[in-house]
């Protein structure tokens, strides 16, 4: 196993040895069938503390590496469901747990729950490079995008087009944030926001990625549509129809 170190001040990386096969490194699959979990897992996390947290539709689950145990909050207590939908390890080690029914963090031996998303289901979390974290969620009829500040939250209910809710979120190596919809994008920061339009139905943006050559990748379920050609007059944009 090589290294791989950035700039000056920069922490060192270790990179797998190119001249291995896959097949000549150990690994361990643990699967469903065998007891792993019991229901599906929708998002994983790794807190700095090295566990591992699985997000299923029966509950919050929690690995070491060997048992992988069902995890209770304390006494009095309690998430706003079991269903998990989102699991975001944030860089001070809080670890922010999206829901059908609402979002909360776990911190220190604490639950701490957000009545501004209660009843929502979350489907995008995200920390941004000033440490702000961003939460997206879908409802009825309306969903919402807000914004998590130390203490603060600050909801944007002048985001139009918003729809059902917010179904994606990402911030680019420029510093982007991009804010997925079912109806198309919004570019929401720095600077005005702007939203982009997918023509037709479709189910909405799934996830957004930085491309290697600078541009953004766009996945989405259903047809092809005009969103590439739309955001490539500003950006470059290739879009993975699942």
């Known amino acids: 196993m090589g290294m791989v170190c950035g700039s000056f001040l920069l922490p060192c990386a270790f990179a797998l040895n190119p001249a291995l096969d896959l097949s000549q490194y150990a690994h361990t699959a643990w699967k469903i069938r065998d007891g792993f979990s019991k229901g599906a897992i929708n998002s994983i996390a790794q807190t700095p503390d090295g566990y591992l947290w699985l997000g299923t539709e029966l509950g919050l689950l929690r690995f070491d590496g060997v048992r992988n145990l069902p995890w209770q909050p304390p006494q009095n207590q309690r998430l706003p469901s079991n269903f998990i939908t989102r699991l975001l390890a944030a860089r001070d080690g809080t670890l922010w747990i999206g829901t059908v029914s609402g979002l909360a963090t776990w911190k220190s031996g604490t639950v701490t729950r957000y009545p501004e998303f209660d009843g929502l289901a979350i489907h995008a979390l995200l920390e941004d490079a000033e440490g702000s974290i ?6 009825f009829p309306k969903g919402k995008l807000c914004e998590v500040r130390g203490k603060t939250v600050q909801c944007h209910p002048e985001i139009g087009g918003l729809g059902r809710g917010v179904t994606g979120l990402h911030e680019d190596r420029q510093g982007n944030l991009w804010v997925g919809l079912e109806t198309g994008a919004w570019r929401w920061k720095p600077g005005p926001p702007r ?9 909405g943006i799934r996830g957004m990625a930085d491309e290697v050559d600078g541009g953004l990748l766009i996945s989405m379920s259903g047809g092809p549509s005009q969103l590439g050609h739309i955001l490539s007059r500003e950006y470059r944009v290739r879009t993975l129809i699942l």
Not at 134 to 139: D, I, L
Not at 195 to 203: K, M, Q, S
């Open 195 to 203: 939203f982009y339009a997918i023509p037709g139905e479709l189910d």
């Open 134 to 139: 961003w939460a997206g969620a879908v409802g």
